[in-house]
């Protein structure tokens, strides 16, 4: 046990990565774990809709437990390193299950990047669960919703737009929220963890919930079962708030999805 941070360091040396002498396998345990993380990730969205397959979970079991078994070889690590890449497809195809029995195919569609003259939250991250969830429970209360970063693409499932209070995407990617979240007034929700270090400025007006958390800022607690998850603290903070400050006009155009893509796959050819 390690109480205080020099002992922390010196067990890093017995455990930490580096405590893995040859390169080779260091490098292939590392591959393993960031792949196991990124499929973690995408069936906790699938899960948080209703859909899960064990097959994937006991991989990742599997595979977290195979970075601490000295006895494989390379060779052994390169074939797993393979089989985090099926699982990886497999994972992706169930998501996309998920996400496109929920709230229908993605459409082309041209997103609004103004803003109206309404105080809002601005939702950032991957969890289409809670993008669902925030739109309803912000329904006729004069409070408007925005998407930033990782969420954009919501703007072109169908399910989302018949709410019309969801007004559009504001900014840009993850790298610029720091003056983003600044010139937007409106509380920000993240659902995944895209979030960087708040600026004191804007801190109080950051709130995680599922996965993400971050010290010093507001978390919204998981549902119980059966139940949806309470926003009604960041929609009670977002109607005290300035509406955003506009930072661009006009439209962008997306949605171009996989069902999308064939269905225009001859025109894309004869162009």
């Known amino acids: 046990q390690a109480d205080t941070e020099e002992e922390f360091e010196e067990k890093a040396k017995q455990v930490g990565v580096l405590s893995t002498e040859n390169e080779d396998v260091r490098s292939l345990r590392g591959l393993i774990i960031y792949g196991a993380k990124g499929i973690a990730a995408y069936a906790v969205h699938a899960r948080n809709l209703g859909y899960e397959n064990e097959k994937i979970i006991q991989f990742i079991e599997k595979a977290l437990i195979a970075t601490t078994n000295d006895s ?60 669902e969830e925030l739109l309803k ?19 072109y499932y169908p399910t989302f737009k018949k709410y019309s209070h969801f007004v559009g995407n504001y900014g840009n990617a993850w790298w610029k929220q720091k003056e983003e979240i600044e010139s937007f007034n409106g509380p920000v929700l993240f659902t995944t963890n895209c979030i960087v270090p708040p600026k004191d400025s804007y801190k109080d007006r950051v709130y995680t919930t599922g996965v993400v958390g971050f010290p010093g800022v507001k978390h919204i607690s998981e549902a119980e079962e059966g139940k949806e998850k309470d926003f009604s603290k960041i929609i009670a903070h977002a109607k005290k708030c ?23 796959a001859d025109k894309v050819v004869e162009a």
């Not at 699982?87 to 998501?95: P, S, T």
């Not at 429970?137 to 703007?155: F, I, K, R, W």
């Open 242 to 264: 300035k509406p955003p400050v506009e930072i661009e006009k006009g439209e962008i155009i997306g949605g171009f999805a996989h069902d999308t893509v064939i269905e225009l």
């Open 137 to 155: 429970q912000t329904e006729g209360s004069g409070v408007d919703v925005y998407t930033h970063g990782e969420m954009l693409p919501a703007n």
């Open 72 to 131: 494989l070889s390379v060779d052994d690590l390169v074939g797993l390193v393979l089989e985090c890449g099926k699982f990886g497809v497999e994972v992706m195809a169930l998501l996309d299950k998920a996400n496109t029995s929920s709230y229908g195919n993605p459409e082309i569609t041209k997103v609004n990047i103004g803003v109206r003259n309404n105080p809002a939250i601005l939702i950032s991250g991957h969890d289409l669960k809670d993008m």
